[in-house]
């Protein structure tokens, strides 16, 4: 695609829900991230995709929060038992290869747990 | 690890008055340094990318930036701030595979 598309671009959840964030990344792109975004915390690192594999999960908050990436392309992130904390805007990025390189971003996933 | 602090929450800047904004930065080697900026209802855009070379970089929308090693710092620089300038703005440090984030620095231009 032209960019990176992320859905749904809002979602309202009851605490304890399970919830499933999902990430298209540029066509070609092999790296993909995921960030958090909360209110005047800046950007708080997840995961980190190169290909496939998840090199760096170091940044999950907890063992409720896991991702996965398919055929080297659509990413999912996926948090259990939702928590109030959880309310944020996540934020996937993919590039070419890596860090090194401008990341193109999607315009995120605003996260509300009631 | 590597880490970025920007020092001003928020900026307010008269619309044809320069601009800058601070970042410092930690981390063990020659990191790769960046700023962007995410503008209201849009997704984050790279302004621009320092990693070796002239420690004097430009970018976009006549952004430059200077990278000061003796103080750990990447401070982002306008000569004339215009209203379209009004954004969050964010540091980066990264090595091949991980980018950190500092919290951003609101910048409102007034006119």
């Known amino acids: 695609g032209a960019g990176v598309s992320q859905s749904p671009s809002n979602k309202v959840t009851e605490k304890g829900k399970d919830v499933e964030l999902r990430c298209d990344p540029i066509s070609g792109h092999t790296a993909l991230y995921w960030y958090r975004q909360s209110l005047g915390q800046g950007l708080e690192f997840l995961i980190y995709?190169?290909?496939?594999?998840?090199?760096?999960k170091s940044g999950l908050p907890s063992d409720r929060f896991s991702a996965e990436r398919t055929g080297g392309s659509v990413s999912t992130l996926t948090i259990q038992r939702t928590q109030q904390e959880d309310s944020a805007v996540y934020l996937c990025?993919?590039?070419?290869?890596?860090?090194?390189?401008?990341?193109?971003f999607g315009s995120g996933t605003q996260l509300s747990v009631l | 690890a590597q880490s970025v602090t920007q020092p001003d929450i928020h900026i307010t800047v008269s619309e044809g008055a320069s601009l800058e904004l601070r970042c410092n930065y930690s981390y063990g080697a020659t990191p790769y340094l960046f700023w962007y900026v995410q503008s209201p209802g849009q997704g984050l855009q790279l302004l621009l990318k320092y990693f070796s070379g002239d420690t004097l970089v430009q970018g976009i929308k006549g952004f430059e930036a200077e990278f000061k090693r003796s103080q750990s710092s990447f401070n982002l620089r306008k000569p004339s701030v215009h209203w379209s300038d009004a954004a969050e703005y964010f540091c980066?440090?990264?090595?091949?595979?991980?980018?950190?984030f500092g919290a951003g620095t609101t910048v409102t231009v007034r006119a």
């Open positions: 995709f190169q290909g496939n594999s998840a090199p760096d």
């Open positions: 990025a993919s590039s070419l290869e890596g860090a090194n390189e401008k990341l193109f």
């Open positions: 980066a440090v990264g090595d091949d595979y991980k980018l950190s």
